[in-house]
Each structure stands twice: as structure tokens, then as C-alpha cells.
């Protein structure tokens, strides 16, 4: 196991995916590598939000990989972040749609929920 | 943004689970809260692999929130670690069932897949 092991989930996307422009707008990510495919879709695009590893993948049928185009959320994409506020307004600036406002809940921590362009939730969260 | 922000997704799991020992036994994860129902079951659990803070919630369909029971994967849980092989060796040993055996891939990632016992995809990777 690693000494500190790092989360670094891997989002499926529809095919035929070649604007992925809501990660570096709402979350100021940067796109380290992309695979391609021979249309100039999207394979695989790695990305990384101020070292925060994630990736994009088109989905994959006959590997049980599916998009959210016709399918329901499973997992919700936590990210811990310093200012919740501000990563949720910039994410909603980008196109993000908000399931549920900032709140500050009594377990201890400030969250907020969004959804992205391609269905996945994304809850921006703090320890207060 | 954090100045260096942190995923820790948030699983779907069954309604009416009471065992999540295959986290602990898989990867070595540490429960550090639990939010239970009235019946004993789990709503929430809070949990860490050496300090990478992950979260198991009970589905809330009126949320739109849906384990993988009658669900298909969007997600696949990246974590990477030191020792690809060690920590899939773990996983099965603990009831994983393997999905991609461990390989070098010539985009620089050491990787294997695993599905856990609720269905969840997890690729143990590293760069190598």
C-alpha cells in the first residue's frame, strides 16, 4: 500500500465526446494527456486538477463501462477543496447544475452538490 | 481551490448492509464514523485508507442516488498505491473478483481491476 494511497477516479463520458471544457472551466483542471481515437474523439483524457489526478474515459459497453446518457449515478465524486463556495460558483459559471446548495451539515463538513454536463455529481466539500 | 485538492469519492451500496469488512480486509481501510439507521443498517460510513478518506452511502433513490444492484458502472475508482500486486493480491484474498489481472501499459501505469462485493470498480494503479 502506498505510504499515503491517492483517489483518482476515472468518469465515464458518452462517445463521440471531443469538448471536455467544463473541467477546466469549473475546476481549473489541466488536461495532461489525451488518447484519441481516429475520429478525433475522445479515448481517454487524463487530467489534473492543481495535482489532483482524474480521468475521463469514453464508455466501453463491452467492458460493463457505461455512460450516464441512460444510466443512474452510483458514486458521487467527493472533492475537498479550501474554499467550497467558490469552487461551487465557479462550477455553476462553467454549466455545472446544482442538486444541492452549500450548506454547512452537522457531521462536519460544508458541502455542496453539482452535476455535470455528462450526469456525474460532483460534491465539493470541506472539514469545518 | 485547495491548494491542493483531495477526491474521496462516495460509494453506493445495497440498502440494509451491515458488513463492509471487505474494505477493511481488502485495502486495509479504517471506519471512522458510522451514521446507522434505527434497524442497525448503514446510511453513511466514513471511511480511510491510511488517510485517503473514502464514504459508503446507502442508495437514495429520491435522490437519485442508486447502488449497482440493478445499476451499471459510470465510475471506476482509481487508487493508486506503491505495489500494484500486493494491494490486488489483498483485494482478492478479501473477495474482490478480478476484472483486469495486473499489467504494465505503455502509457506508463502499472494497473489492475478489481469488483467488489457491491459492485464497485476499483483499478489499483500506479505510475510507473
Same mark, same amino acid.
Given at each position: /500500500? ?5 483517489? $483518482?477516479? /476515472? ?5 463521440? @465526446? #471531443? ?21 478525433? #474523439?475522445?479515448h ?7 495535482g489532483?489526478?482524474?480521468h475521463?474515459?469514453?464508455? =466501453? ?13 452510483? @458514486? #458521487? ?6 474554499? @467550497?463556495?467558490?469552487? /461551487?460558483?465557479?462550477? @455553476?459559471?462553467?454549466?455545472? =447544475?446544482?442538486?444541492? $446548495?452549500?450548506q ?6 460544508r458541502?455542496?452538490?453539482i ?11 470541506a472539514?469545518i
Amino acid at each position: /500500500m502506498k505510504d499515503k494511497p491517492i483517489f $483518482a477516479p /476515472m468518469l465515464a463520458i458518452p462517445n463521440g @465526446v #471531443t469538448d471536455i471544457s467544463f473541467y477546466i472551466n469549473a475546476f481549473g483542471a489541466e488536461e495532461l494527456r489525451r488518447f484519441g481515437n481516429d475520429d478525433g #474523439t475522445i479515448h481517454v483524457s487524463e487530467l489534473s486538477i492543481n495535482g489532483a489526478m482524474f480521468h475521463l474515459h469514453e464508455q =466501453t459497453p463491452y467492458s460493463g463501462f457505461f455512460s450516464l446518457e441512460k444510466n443512474k449515478p452510483s @458514486v #458521487t465524486i467527493g472533492l475537498f477543496v479550501d474554499d @467550497v463556495h467558490a469552487v /461551487m460558483a465557479q462550477a @455553476v459559471a462553467a454549466g455545472a =447544475t446544482i442538486k444541492s $446548495a452549500v450548506q454547512d451539515y452537522d457531521y462536519g463538513y460544508r458541502q455542496g452538490e453539482i452535476v455535470d454536463p455528462f450526469g456525474h455529481r460532483w460534491q465539493i466539500q470541506a472539514v469545518i
